[in-house]
C-alpha cells in the first residue's frame, strides 16, 4: 500500500516481513512461498540507526545487513508464535556476494561466500546447531532438500545433495572474463580476457585437473544456456 514507508527499491525489510507473515498465515497448508528482501542492497536507506561505526570500508552495506539481520530476526520470532511453525522449514540464502569491509578481491572465493542457514520447526533434530563444511553452491539447496524427503531429483542435472558424504565437493563462479574453481584441495581462478597466470593454490599435480574441470564446467553450461 502507498502508506508503507518505501525506498528507492522498494518495501524495506521490517514492513516486508510483516506482510509475508500475514499472507502465510492466509496460505492453505502445506504451502511454498518466496520472500526477497531488498533492505542489505545499495543504496542503503534503510530506516533507523547506524550503530556500526568502526568499519571505514563498507560501512553503509554493513550497517544494512545488521537492520537486515534483525528484521529477520524478528520475523522468525513472530513465526514460532503460528501453528504452522513446527511443520515449516526456513531456507535462508542471498542470492549473490557483496564486497565486504574486509576487502576481498572480485576474483576469490572469499567475495563470493555466501551464507546459507537451514532452520524451522521441521528441521530434523539430528541437525539442530550442525554445521556442514562441504564444498556447495546455491544451486545445490533443491536436490538436497528433495533428497530428505524422498523426492526424485533427476531434473535438476547441476544441483548435488550436499548431505550425502559421497557427493562430489566443489564449487563455481564465473567472471566476465574467467571462473573460479574450488576442489577440496585447492581453488584456481582462471582469468581469460587479461591473459594473467591462472591464480592457484592447488598442488602441482592437482593444477591441470583444476584448469581442465573448471572449463568443461563452463561449457557445458554455456552451451546449454544458449540452445535454449
Keep these: 500500500d502507498n502508506n508503507i514507508p518505501q525506498g528507492k527499491l522498494g518495501v524495506h525489510d521490517e514492513y516486508l516481513f510483516d506482510r509475508f507473515l500475514n499472507d502465510l498465515n492466509q496460505m492453505p497448508q502445506p504451502f511454498f512461498s518466496t520472500a ?95 554445521q556442514n563444511d562441504k564444498l556447495t553452491c546455491n544451486v545445490d539447496v533443491t536436490t538436497t532438500l528433495l533428497k530428505q524427503i ?8 547441476w544441483s548435488k545433495n550436499m548431505l550425502n558424504p ?24 582462471i582469468n581469460l580476457k587479461a591473459g594473467l597466470p591462472a591464480y592457484s593454490t592447488a598442488p602441482e599435480d592437482k593444477k591441470e585437473i583444476l584448469d581442465k574441470e573448471g572449463k568443461a564446467y563452463m561449457q557445458v553450461m554455456l552451451k546449454e544456456f544458449l540452445s535454449f
Design 150 to 157: 524422498n523426492i526424485p531429483a533427476n531434473d535438476f542435472f
Design 36 to 130: 526477497f528482501t531488498l533492505s542489505s542492497h545499495s543504496p542503503y536507506d534503510q530506516p533507523g540507526e547506524r550503530p556500526i561505526d568502526w568499519i571505514e570500508l563498507e560501512n553503509d552495506f554493513v550497517n544494512s545487513a545488521h537492520y537486515a539481520d534483525k528484521c529477520l530476526g524478528d520475523f522468525l520470532e513472530n513465526a514460532k508464535k503460528q501453528d504452522w511453525y513446527a511443520n515449516t522449514l526456513f531456507i535462508i540464502m542471498s542470492d549473490h556476494s557483496h564486497a565486504s569491509y574486509k576487502g576481498f578481491p572480485l576474483q576469490s572465493f572469499d567475495y563470493h561466500h555466501v551464507p546459507l542457514l537451514i532452520t524451522g520447526g521441521a528441521l530434523a533434530k539430528e541437525f539442530h546447531g550442525t
Design 166 to 189: 559421497y557427493t562430489e565437493e566443489f564449487a563455481f563462479f564465473e567472471l566476465n572474463e574467467g571462473l573460479g574453481w574450488k576442489r577440496p584441495y585447492g581453488e584456481q581462478i
